[in-house]
Structures are given as structure tokens and as C-alpha cells.
């Protein structure tokens, strides 16, 4: 699994399989699941991530801060 966070969007991502085609399905305004082809659960998506989750008690991760030039 892999967990990012954009602090600039407070956007969390749980990244939980691959997949090569996704179907986004909306779970209310702000958590959008992704799944595969077969029905299955490939993503998780947080939108104002930390009205919804206490993102300091999350697991121990190590969080990479990504720059654009």
C-alpha cells in the first residue's frame, strides 16, 4: 500500500493495488473508491483529507515531498 498526502489540496490517497483501468466510484462529495475491472477495491481518495481522518495518529509513513520546477 502506498499513502500520499498533498498538503496544498489536503488530498490523502491510498494506493492499495494496481490496476490498469479504474472506475471511480463517488462515496460522497469528498471520498471517491477506485476499482478494478473485477469489482475490486484499488484505491481510496480523500478530499479535505484532514477534516476526515486525525492525519497525525496515521500509521508511522514515511511521507516524500515532491517539488515541481
Known amino acids: 500500500m502506498r499513502i500520499t498526502y498533498d498538503a496544498k489540496y489536503d488530498t490523502l490517497y491510498l494506493k492499495i493495488a494496481e490496476a490498469e483501468k479504474v472506475l471511480c466510484k463517488e462515496v460522497d ?4 473508491f477506485d476499482m478494478d475491472a473485477r469489482g ?3 484505491g481510496i481518495e480523500i478530499l479535505s483529507a484532514s477534516e476526515h481522518v486525525d492525519l497525525k495518529q496515521m500509521l508511522p509513513v514515511e511521507i516524500v515531498r515532491e517539488t515541481t520546477n
Open 29 to 32: 462529495e469528498e471520498i471517491t
Open 40 to 42: 475490486r477495491l484499488v
